[in-house]
T-cell receptor
Framework: DADVTQTPRNRITKTGKRIMLECSQT?????MYWYRQDPGLGLRLIYY???????NKGEISDGYSVSRQAQAKFSLSLESAIPNQTALYFC????????????FGEGSRLTVL | GESVGLHLPTLSVQEGDNSIINCAYS??????FIWYKQESGKGPQFIID?????DKRQGQRVTVLLNKTVKHLSLQIAATQPGDSAVYFC????????????FGTGTRLLVSP
């Protein structure tokens, strides 16, 4: 089983719909992240959380919100999806060590029509 | 500003050849660098890392070289195999108070049998 699990893996939706992407991890890590990946661009940070009570905006948080329901769960919501939010979304975790190593999920491909 | 770029978007090699993937970074204060491999349909996976107090680090069939003078990072893969075909990302850790990783846009490595 994957250490970082994302659901759904693929989703097609329409403009204006509310979408939630979920992430759960079994690594016991405190830190969780949501990234977005677009063709030709690197991974861009949307939100990150260092523990259940700590939520922070990343580079591109507009149009997104998150919820850290538990240490192991971090969900990303698009309140009103728009076509330019079509992308591949990755959840990641990291431990408290001083390295920057991130452990990624398999990705959630979202298409907004 | 913070940016991490790659010189070659696609690299094609023959099986058995050595591959070199290059990366330029712009933040001289970055103290930690990581290479990730992303196979089709999967999330990025850690390959190797290097701290700024080193100029070379070796793993199994992979070597990372860091040239801080010209702010250049490279990943060398020895005896490249078809299973090495993937997109490779470099990332630098920027000290902004937390482990912010800035990712490059990626290089696609294609290995022909």
């Amino acid at each position: 089983d994957a250490d970082v699990t994302q659901t759904p893996r693929n989703r097609i939706t329409k403009t204006g719909k509310r979408i939630m992407l979920e992430c759960s991890q079994t690594k016991g890590h405190d830190r969780m992240y949501w990234y977005r990946q677009d063709p030709g661009l690197g991974l861009r940070l949307i939100y990150y959380s260092f523990d259940v009570k700590d939520i922070n905006k990343g580079e591109i948080s507009d149009g997104y919100s998150v919820s850290r329901q538990a240490q192991a769960k971090f969900s990303l919501s698009l309140e009103s999806a728009i076509p330019n939010q079509t992308a591949l979304y990755f959840c990641a975790t990291s431990g408290r060590g001083n390295t920057g190593e991130l452990f990624f999920g398999e990705g959630s491909r979202l298409t907004v029509l | 500003g913070e940016s991490v770029g790659l010189h070659l978007p696609t690299l094609s090699v023959q099986e058995g050849d050595n591959s070199i993937i290059n990366c330029a970074y712009s933040n001289s204060a970055s103290d930690y660098f990581i290479w990730y491999k992303q196979e089709s349909g999967k999330g990025p996976q850690f390959i190797i890392d290097i701290r700024s107090n080193m100029d070379k680090r070796q793993g199994q069939r992979v070597t990372v070289l860091l040239n801080k003078t010209v702010k250049h990072l490279s990943l060398q893969i020895a005896a490249t195999q078809p299973g090495d075909s993937a997109v490779y990302f470099c990332a630098e850790k920027v000290n902004t108070g937390f482990q912010k990783l800035v990712f490059g846009t990626g290089t696609r490595l294609l290995v022909s049998p």
